[in-house]
């Protein structure tokens, strides 16, 4: 009995932190080119975080545009240890775990209403699924929001993509891009305005103050501002990590994300409103810069091939790719998802 209990007392020894010990948190968030929610709202939250939840930790904070590393390869990260909280770019990691793109297929999120819908349905699936395959537990959704195109020849409607090079950032919107008769280039964000200006890719989607943040109204002349999806991003903490705090602690800290999350929900809808004036030189414009696109009329043809994509095309794309990782994938996501749309 001794020495059973001598092992079980070496075992919390090695699994939890010592009387007084500070935990260091090794965060890598969003690229510092997406702009003002990295900026104004995750940046001061972690420079902040230490105080704020009256934790013994101390946090070391990188964009991920200042380490080389990928924004593809966070999970990887994540699981490995070598950061302790990641600002997880869903679409970007969902190459690593396609469940992840159930929460944002093209078609699926036209709204922040029904992102919050998709959210709350799925987001228990995806980080059942984060915590079995990546050591990896879910602190919170938020999206950047609607992601349009821009485009720098004259467009006049989704059909004249045709034959353009397109940048998408996943799979699911590659498949759609196709489906139009673009051709989908994977770029990751901070090389798209150059690419844009040298010609590598023809249009580009992602979400207006993001553009304007990153300044591609100054290498594109068309903008169309019909949602795609609505760039659904997460934090997520290495689950060796959150498992050396207390049960309070715990607490504390899933409180502090859940008001961060709320408070970037509402930032991220007065950012995209301005940045689509902005960006169009339309009035008042007070969080971006002000530019002159050409801002393309959405026509109901443009508008029906969107609403449609979920049921026709990204589903089924998406769901062929997730059950052969994830036997149970499709089915979950019909059974909560789905149910809501009538799948």
């Given at each position: 009995?001794?020495?059973?209990?001598?092992?079980?007392?070496?075992?919390?020894?090695?699994?939890?932190?010592a009387i007084g010990e500070t935990i260091e948190l090794k965060v890598l968030g969003q690229p510092g080119s997406t702009g003002l929610i990295q900026k104004n709202?995750?940046?001061?939250?972690?420079?902040?975080?230490?105080?704020?939840?009256?934790?013994?930790?101390?946090?070391?904070?990188?964009?991920?545009?200042?380490?080389?590393?990928?924004?593809?390869?966070?999970?990887?990260?994540?699981?490995?240890?070598?950061?302790?909280?990641?600002?997880?770019?869903?679409?970007?990691?969902?190459?690593?775990?396609?469940?992840?793109?159930?929460?944002?297929?093209?078609?699926?999120?036209?709204?922040?209403?029904?992102?919050?819908?998709?959210?709350?349905?799925?987001?228990?699936?995806?980080?059942?699924?984060?915590?079995?395959?990546?050591?990896?537990?879910?602190?919170?959704?938020?999206?950047?929001?609607?992601?349009?195109?821009?485009?720098?020849?004259?467009?006049?409607?989704?059909?004249?993509?045709?034959?353009?090079?397109?940048?998408?950032?996943?799979?699911?919107?590659?498949?759609?891009?196709?489906?139009?008769?673009?051709?989908?280039?994977?770029?990751?964000?901070?090389?798209?305005?150059?690419?844009?200006?040298?010609?590598?890719?023809?249009?580009?989607?992602?979400?207006?103050?993001?553009?304007?943040?990153?300044?591609?109204?100054?290498?594109?002349?068309?903008?169309?501002?019909?949602?795609?999806?609505?760039?659904l991003n997460g934090y997520g903490i290495n689950l060796d990590t959150w498992n050396k705090f207390s049960p309070e602690d715990q607490a504390k800290i899933e409180?502090?994300?859940?008001?961060?999350?709320?408070?970037?929900?509402?930032?991220?809808?007065?950012?995209?409103?301005?940045?689509?004036?902005?960006?169009?030189?339309?009035?008042?414009?007070?969080?971006?810069?002000?530019?002159?696109?050409?801002?393309?009329?959405?026509?109901?043809?443009?508008?029906?091939?969107?609403?449609?994509?979920?049921?026709?095309?990204?589903?089924?794309?998406?769901?062929?790719?997730?059950?052969?990782?994830?036997?149970?994938?499709?089915?979950?996501?019909?059974?909560?998802?789905?149910?809501?749309l009538g799948m």
């Amino acid at each position: 009995m001794r020495q059973i209990f001598a092992a079980l007392s070496l075992g919390l020894l090695l699994g939890s932190p010592a009387i007084g010990e500070t935990i260091e948190l090794k965060v890598l968030g969003q690229p510092g080119s997406t702009g003002l929610i990295q900026k104004n709202k995750e940046l001061p939250f972690f420079e902040t975080f230490a105080a704020d939840t009256g934790l013994d930790v101390t946090v070391n904070f990188q964009p991920l545009d200042a380490t080389g590393i990928k924004d593809t390869e966070e999970l990887r990260v994540l699981k490995s240890g070598l950061f302790n909280v990641i600002s997880l770019r869903m679409s970007q990691v969902s190459r690593d775990e396609p469940t992840i793109l159930g929460l944002d297929l093209v078609g699926l999120n036209p709204t922040y209403d029904a992102g919050k819908k998709t959210m709350a349905d799925f987001s228990e699936i995806v980080d059942k699924r984060l915590q079995e395959k990546f050591n990896t537990k879910l602190l919170g959704i938020w999206p950047f929001g609607p992601q349009v195109l821009f485009c720098k020849p004259e467009i006049g409607k989704l059909t004249d993509l045709k034959g353009y090079k397109v940048r998408v950032y996943d799979q699911n919107l590659a498949k759609f891009v196709e489906s139009v008769g673009g051709i989908p280039v994977p770029l990751g964000f901070s090389e798209v305005q150059q690419s844009l200006a040298r010609g590598v890719v023809d249009c580009a989607i992602t979400g207006p103050s993001s553009a304007n943040s990153a300044a591609w109204p100054e290498v594109t002349t068309h903008v169309l501002p019909l949602a795609f999806q609505i760039a659904l991003n997460g934090y997520g903490i290495n689950l060796d990590t959150w498992n050396k705090f207390s049960p309070e602690d715990q607490a504390k800290i899933e409180a502090a994300f859940d008001t961060l999350v709320s408070e970037i929900w509402a930032y991220s809808e007065e950012l995209f409103d301005d940045a689509m004036r902005c960006n169009v030189g339309k009035t008042p414009c007070e969080l971006n810069k002000p530019y002159n696109l050409v801002e393309v009329p959405i026509s109901e043809e443009d508008l029906k091939i969107v609403e449609s994509a979920v049921k026709e095309l990204s589903f089924p794309a998406w769901a062929e790719v997730c059950d052969a990782t994830n036997p149970s994938c499709s089915a979950d996501w019909k059974a909560t998802v789905g149910t809501r749309l009538g799948m």
